[in-house]
């Protein structure tokens, strides 16, 4: 016999290959045509839109839906590239129940917004469906462009900047561009190997050229090296570094970042290679800490735990992902926060001390409690790691002004790294294309 | 991409969408937000002759026919022309025309049936630069009670004579409006051609009464508990003036004298169909009334998606391109032999083509144990109706039957050859094919 969920430690293969394929397909499987033209229907055209406005690259919602509502489903996908380049993957991945479709006219009237992420999916898988780029290149220009970090900030003003005709040179530390396309997004959002599907799609335009496996600050690849080797740079290395608990025996095997377990799960070739615990606990409270619980009950953990130190309201992931996360079986633990983790070479338990949200801050309460567990993610937050000396910062992150302007001349940040903003894919893209702009206006 | 200039007259616009005269053309304000957004042109709202403007109701002017979900399926107004002074929409159209010279404008008149009448406006407009007049005679209430709009339309005779006069006194080129509130389209639209028309637009609007107050007892829209018939528009109308557009088109009288197409244009292929039926370009009113000035931008990327797609390079080449294709009733082809099918896996069985065949039509469909549909080919007369109430797309489908089948409806053999009713052994006057 196989391993089961009940079989205990940390193995693979607890469940069989059809129910891990199943577990990790399409979470909303993609429209049809006519449940499209359906959903498009219900749009109301709402003159200076509200969801227009709640989408961080102002995606014209109302035009693009009244194209797929009159059978050009390619025209509304050259509206969303417009604004969007990544709108395929942030169909996929927005929190829309917090951005477009939280202001639908119809989600404030009725409970019941019109599906805009899953109509933007349907209109670029269609245009991308046909192989089919909707951009040229301007004349070029004859500027240098370096762009350090491949995720959705650098593609996005990578794409913009080579529309624009200038040639750019984008430089990722790991060996595939994407990002957290490619190593972070749950697996059951972005499925088929879309991420990469999309870079590819992306660089059609030209003039852009990826060198991975170039990190900046190794090999000396250096900021003050780029800047003087080319017209502008930016930056979009996102959040490297991952915070830690900060609770005792946190060294203990089988604790890890949920990151990387992520990381892990999104590169495995074979699903059924993926060792994960019987009872797993994750602390957070975030889109990454869902996500890691998520996808550890579908690899088939008994028993997923998601801790968090405040209430439901204060989570950062929304309230829709977290009733996805308790429809998949996770089991979520509010004001609670681990004291000790408990185990002889490798995390048996994990200590916890109840927490109450007073007008001094977070206190515990002196009450505690264990969870058995024998497998331990944290994702208490990334924070940005290896920023190139002689930036200023600001709360940790690297300081900006206007569109994405940095503190040292001819070189631009965004995305994750880079203050203000959410950490969310959209307003990377959206960061990303707006500096790119800057650049090319100073630029020409 | 395609491209959307539009030449109507000598007229040139960025594209063949028009604003029709109506509120959205009403005034300057109005105009200059309409080109911004990107209208290739518009027609002003209707003139009238000069003197104490024109007086509207102070209540409602609009009656509504509504699909479940409130989308607007027709709209019908009682509003006149222009209530604002003849001066002013002078001086504004004057004003916006060269601010826009790449944008048509067109100044659209209703004066009485009175060559002095004509003859005194005409210079006026002709001074502001305005690319041409289209003379409104379809507004089929209020106005027509006094003689203009649809009274004019609605006699051959006037209309010649009033274009005549426009032609005499207007050099530039002159559209004549007709009304659909007419058993023939046809006689107009050759009395605006004698009268020296350079073009017809079509249609105004139709009389009608969208819907009656069945506690005040009185037709919407009440105007203080009684109501009049107002003019219909909005995509319900759409399938006549498709027919009217057609049938001057191909009317030998009437073949080419350029068409601008209006009626229920609400997207790129209400557009496309209008031109391909034979109008040079189209006006829109009620889309725009209902959702604002932004929907010409789906129409314009969908026309252009759809010209791309279909290799037309300019708006020319798509004008008129099914006009061969429209026939009369007695050219169709009776050899041609369908028979429904239906799609099991697609089937959902709710049974309405079942209700349908049976109770109104053929009875050609079969329901079998577990709700299982099946067409009786020696019964299924190729209606389409079962097609039609289908709620699934693509479920029925009609299969042609191939030359040398049978045809179980009639035993026959399925004859290779076209052949239609003008030869027909049942028909009386049919003359044998030689
Ligand atoms: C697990 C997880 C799940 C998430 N889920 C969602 C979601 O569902 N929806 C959503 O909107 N957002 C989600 N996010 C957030 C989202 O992924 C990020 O906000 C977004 O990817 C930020 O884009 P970026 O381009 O700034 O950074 P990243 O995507 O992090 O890309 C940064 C790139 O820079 C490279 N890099 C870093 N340092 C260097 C260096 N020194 N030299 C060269 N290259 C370097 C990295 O290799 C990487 O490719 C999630 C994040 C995580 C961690
Ligand atoms: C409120 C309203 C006022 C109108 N006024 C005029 C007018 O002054 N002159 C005119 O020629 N047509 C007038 N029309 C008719 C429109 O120009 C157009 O012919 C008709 O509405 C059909 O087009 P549609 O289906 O796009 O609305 C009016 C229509 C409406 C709804
Ligand atoms: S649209 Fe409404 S607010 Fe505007 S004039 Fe008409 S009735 Fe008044």
Not at chain 2, 204 to 224: F, G, H, Q, R, W
Not at chain 2, 357 to 367: F, K
Request: glycine letters at 10%.
């Amino acid at each position: 016999m196989g391993n089961s969920p009940f079989t205990p430690g940390v193995v693979s293969a607890r469940l069989p290959a059809e129910a891990l394929a199943e577990n990790f397909g399409d979470l909303h499987a993609p429209y049809t045509a006519h449940e499209a033209h359906v959903a498009a229907d219900r749009c109301y055209f709402c003159y200076d839109a509200p969801c227009m406005e709640a989408c961080p690259t102002t995606i014209d919602i109302p035009l693009f839906i009244r194209q797929i509502a009159t059978g050009t489903p390619e025209a509304a996908a050259k509206t969303i590239f417009d604004q969007n380049i990544l709108g395929g993957m942030c169909a996929r991945v927005c929190p829309v129940e917090q951005l477009c479709e939280e202001v639908c006219v119809r989600e404030v009237a009725e409970g019941k917004p019109v599906e805009i992420g899953r109509l933007q999916r349907y209109a670029t898988d269609t245009l991308m469906a046909k192989n089919a780029h909707p951009f040229e290149r301007a004349a070029p220009t004859g500027k240098r462009i370096a762009v350090v970090g491949a995720g959705p900030a650098g593609l996005a003003c990578a794409h913009r900047l080579a529309m624009k005709g200038h040639s750019v040179t984008v430089f990722d530390a790991r060996p595939k561009a994407g990002g957290l396309n490619e190593y972070g997004i749950a697996s059951y959002k972005t499925v088929d190997d879309f991420a990469q599907k999309e870079v590819d799609w992306l660089l059609r335009i030209g003039g852009i050229e990826v060198q991975t496996g170039r990190a900046l600050g190794e090999g000396g690849l250096t900021l003050d090296a780029l800047a003087a080797d080319h017209d502008a740079v930016f930056l979009g290395i996102g959040l490297g570094g991952v915070n830690a608990l900060g609770a005792e025996g946190e060294e203990t095997g089988n604790v890890a970042d949920a990151v990387d377990f992520i990381e892990d799960l999104r590169q495995a070739r074979d699903l059924a290679t993926l060792p994960v615990g019987r009872d797993v606990v994750v602390i957070g409270g975030g889109m990454t800490a869902i996500d890691a619980a998520v996808q550890s009950k579908l690899l088939g953990a008994q028993n997923v735990t998601l801790v968090y130190r405040r209430g439901r309201d204060r989570m950062s992931a929304s309230e829709y992902e977290q009733d996805l996360a308790a429809s998949k079986g996770v089991h979520i633990v509010h004001h609670a926060m681990p004291v000790r983790v408990i185990g002889n070479g490798a995390v048996r338990e994990v200590e916890f001390e109840y927490t109450s949200d007073g007008p001094n801050g977070l206190e515990p309460t002196g009450e505690t409690f264990r969870l058995r567990a024998d497998q331990l993610l944290r994702a208490i937050g990334q924070r940005l790691e290896g920023a190139p000396d002689g930036l200023t910062l600001e709360g940790g992150k690297i300081a900006v002004s206007g569109a994405g302007r940095t503190s040292m001349p001819n070189v631009w940040a965004g995305g994750d790294c880079a203050a203000g903003g959410d950490d969310l894919t959209v307003t990377a893209v959206a960061e990303g294309r707006d500096a790119a702009e800057d650049i090319h206006a100073q630029l020409s | 991409m395609a491209d959307l200039t539009s030449d109507f007259l000598g007229i040139r616009s960025p594209n063949p969408f028009w604003l029709a005269s109506a509120p959205p053309t009403d005034k300057e304000y109005n105009v200059r937000r309409a080109f911004e957004a990107g209208w290739g042109g518009v027609v002003w709202k209707t003139l009238g002759s000069e003197g104490p403007p024109i007086v509207n109701v102070n209540g409602p002017r609009y009656g509504v026919l509504y699909g479940a979900d409130r989308q607007l399926l027709g709209l019908n107004n009682i509003e006149l022309i222009t209530d604002r002074p003849l001066e002013v929409n002078l001086e504004e159209m004057a004003r916006v025309k060269a601010d826009y010279p790449d944008r048509a404008l067109i100044a659209s008149i209703m004066v009485p049936c009175e060559e002095e009448a004509w003859k005194a406006i005409l210079p006026r407009v002709e001074e502001t630069g305005a690319d041409g007049i289209e003379l409104n005679f379809g507004c089929p209430h209020g106005m027509s009670e006094r003689g203009m709009g649809s009274a004019v339309g609605q006699v051959p005779e006037y209309i010649e004579m009033v274009t005549r006069w426009c032609k005499k006194y207007y050099s530039r080129p002159v559209i004549v409006k007709l009304t659909p509130n007419i058993t023939d389209i046809r006689k107009p639209a050759a009395a605006a051609k004698n009268g020296g028309a350079d073009a017809v637009s079509l249609i105004n609007t139709i009389n009608s009464i969208t819907a009656v107050d069945l506690d005040d007892l009185a037709p919407e829209p009440k105007i203080d508990g009684k109501g009049s018939h107002g003019g219909y528009c909005g995509p319900a109308v759409k399938p006549i003036a498709l027919s009217m557009v057609s049938e001057i088109a191909r009317d030998p009288e009437t073949a080419g004298l350029p068409i601008s197409g209006i009626g229920g244009v609400t997207t790129w292929r209400d557009a496309a169909e209008f031109l391909v039926l034979g109008a040079g370009n189209v006006q829109v009113c009620t889309a725009a009334m209902t959702y604002g000035f932004k929907i010409v931008e789906e129409m314009i990327s969908g026309l252009s998606q759809w010209m791309d797609e279909k290799g037309y390079a300019s708006v020319d080449e798509v004008v008129g391109c099914a006009v061969p294709n429209v026939t009369d009733w007695k050219h169709l082809n009776l050899n041609y032999i369908t028979k429904a099918r239906i799609d099991q896996d697609l089937c959902i069985k709710c049974g309405r083509c079942f209700a349908a065949c049976e109770d109104t039509s053929h009875q050609a469909i079969a329901m079998n144990p577990g709700r299982v549909f099946e067409v009786k080919d020696d019964e299924c007369v190729a209606c389409n109706l079962c097609v039609n109430v289908c709620p699934v797309e693509d479920c029925i489908t009609m299969v042609r039957l191939e030359a040398g089948e049978i045809d179980e409806r009639t035993g026959k053999v399925v004859e290779p050859d076209y052949a239609n009713w003008t030869t027909h052994p049942n028909n009386p006057a049919a003359t044998a094919a030689e």
